[in-house]
């Protein structure tokens, strides 16, 4: 990690802005910049973590073993779900829970445009389409307006984004989803751990989609896991996961079965008996990591604060935030600097900003089809313009922060000198 380092030409290009960062970072007029560049998000594996892989290693089951129902279990817990289905990333997540309800031609997935491509995708794969809208310019959640507004009678899902790791206002789309007889399902990538008024998220929608890429709040390398309180949405995650195979190779042996029939068209997404126990030790830190990212959220708030022409997304009363992003939104004229100089300069300085996302309507890909013409989404186009991610993960010091705060201070600065 980062996959990616763009050289500053690339980084500075139009419109191209790339996962990593310089490789050297280059010093910009008198001050220093740091030694090591500091990514976006950095996954935290510590001893315990390396252990719990290698005893798995050395054991009987490196897959389909008791480590991946622990693992489940664990994760339900968490998420205050009935059931959990653990796959091998968050994109087989979504396309495990596109399948999970049914999905076909000719049905449509209400999802927002300012997200991961893999949300969308998920919807594609299941031969359905995608139909994009608009978020909040506060929050930039999925704007339930817009939802309403985009609603078919071949609607079947509406799929909204934990942006940022802030919960979803799940009541109104859940009444919405209610009207129209459409299942509610939350991509919560980023925000593993956050709660909406007291309820976790992984029990404010019916199919709830989470992924362990190492930068999000835990990782098992590449993982995801998909909950639900429908017992019959786990049953068909579970047996998609596995070539769409009923039943499983345990129950077989324990009733002396050798057949088994294969009912659906499945896929291998299965997770690793190592990588769900990377996972469980990953999970028991959860809690710590959430306090020192909410640490370092509120650090950059008070600084964001005072500088003009920067602001911060807002938070919806009654959330506790996951903080998986900090997103600033640049005002250029106030500011006196654009954000793709921003991002830049503090890139220059070893600070790996970043932007989350291009809308998934403008990639090529989908621009190319009809869904992405009927696409209105002002805000998104024009945010996606003005956000900058900051450097956010539990290993960041706070002279980590110290040096993105007083990057952020010069570049305000040297804008209006
Ligand atoms: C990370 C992410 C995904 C995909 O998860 P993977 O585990 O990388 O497949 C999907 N949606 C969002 C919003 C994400 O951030």
Known sequence: MPP??????????????????????????????????????????????????????????????????????????VAQAQHAVAVSSGTAALH???????????????LPTLTFAATANAVVHAGATPRFVDVDEGTLLIDAAAVEAAITPRTQAILGVDYAGQPCDSGPLRAIARRCGAVLIADACHSLGA??????????????????????????GEGGMLVTSRSDYA???????????????????????????????????RLTDFQSALGLSQLRKLP???ARRRAIAARYDAAVAEIAGLRALSVRSGVVHARHLYVIVVDAKAFGMTRDDLIVRLRGEGIGANVHYRPVHLHPFYAARPESAAA?????????????????????????????????QRAAKGARA
């Open 235 to 269: 049953d068909r995650a579970r047996r998609f996961r596995n070539h769409g195979i009923d039943g499983d190779h345990h129950t077989r042996a324990a009733t002396g079965q050798w057949f088994y029939d294969m009912v659906d068209l499945g896929l291998n997404y």
């Open 4 to 77: 990616s380092a763009p050289s500053d030409r690339e980084a500075s290009s139009a419109g191209s802005v790339l996962i990593g960062m310089p490789k050297t970072p280059r010093a910009s007029a008198a001050n220093a910049p740091r030694r090591q560049a500091l990514p976006y998000a950095r996954q935290l594996v510590d001893e315990d973590d390396v252990q719990a892989v290698v005893d798995v290693l050395r054991g009987e089951w490196l897959t389909t073993g008791p480590k991946v129902g622990e693992f489940e279990q664990a994760v339900a817990r």
């Open 288 to 290: 710590a990591w959430l």
């Open 376 to 408: 209105r989404c002002p805000v998104a186009e024009a945010m996606a313009q003005r956000i900058v991610s900051l450097p956010l993960f539990p290993r960041m010091s706070d002279g980590d922060v110290d040096d993105v705060i007083a990057a952020l």
């Open 195 to 220: 709660m909406d008024r007291g309820r976790a998220v992984g029990s404010l929608a019916d199919l709830t989609v989470f992924s362990f890429h190492p930068a999000k709040a835990i990782t098992t």
């Open 96 to 110: 495990a829970a596109m399948f999970a309800i049914g999905l076909k031609p000719g049905d449509e997935v209400i």
